[in-house]
């Protein structure tokens, strides 16, 4: 594909790292003997670097800026590209197709990605590439318990109809037994 050229940032839309920001390393057009489709190498970010503040000690704010990395061959149909772009000099030699064969060399690389990803993040370019990419904050749900150990979770600053049909079913349903279940354990 045209537009999935080296360092362009995408977006990986399925698996175990859906919703995580990726930097293509090496596309492959065509496919190769192992993935005969077309799939590129990247790079990307697992766990993200934390807020940090001025308050904050000097080695909490370095703990709270690593990065946890993770390199992958990814699907074309999986990466969404974004219009942004991530130069990583150094690191096309260090991962290739032969960086996947044993797990050492694929360690090596990550402690090397992982390297070239800090220092870019500490010297503080390519600020979005460092953030997660969430639609609701994590304090958004609110867990109760009832008597029979159970959590029911409900959605603070939303209407039930909004919520719509989660994982609970229907929102209004869920109010109204989450309402009874409350009123019950305070009598």
């Known amino acids: 594909m045209k537009f999935l050229k080296t360092s362009r940032v995408c977006l990986v839309t399925r698996g175990r790292y859906a919703g995580k920001k990726v930097v293509i390393i090496q596309p492959v057009d065509n496919g190769n003997k ?87 993040y500490t010297s503080g370019k390519n600020r979005w590439f460092f953030t997660p990419l969430s639609t609701l904050p994590s304090r958004v749900w609110k867990s109760w318990g009832s008597e029979a150990n159970t959590c029911h979770r409900v959605l603070i600053g939303f209407s039930p109809q909004s919520a719509g049909a989660g994982r609970m079913g229907s929102g209004a349903v869920n109010s109204i037994h989450l309402g009874i279940k409350i009123h019950g354990s305070l009598s």
């Open 34 to 120: 192992t993935h005969p489709y077309g799939h590129a190498l990247v790079a990307g970010i697992e766990r993200y670097p934390s807020k940090i503040t001025r308050r904050m000690s000097k080695t909490r704010q370095e703990k709270r800026s690593k990065v946890k990395p993770f390199i992958k061959v990814i699907n074309y149909n999986h990466l969404m590209p974004t219009r942004y772009t991530l130069e990583l000099e150094g690191l096309k030699g260090v991962v290739s197709s032969d960086t996947f064969k044993e797990v050492s060399q694929r360690e090596d690389a990550k402690k090397s990605v992982k390297k070239v990803l800090e220092e870019r």
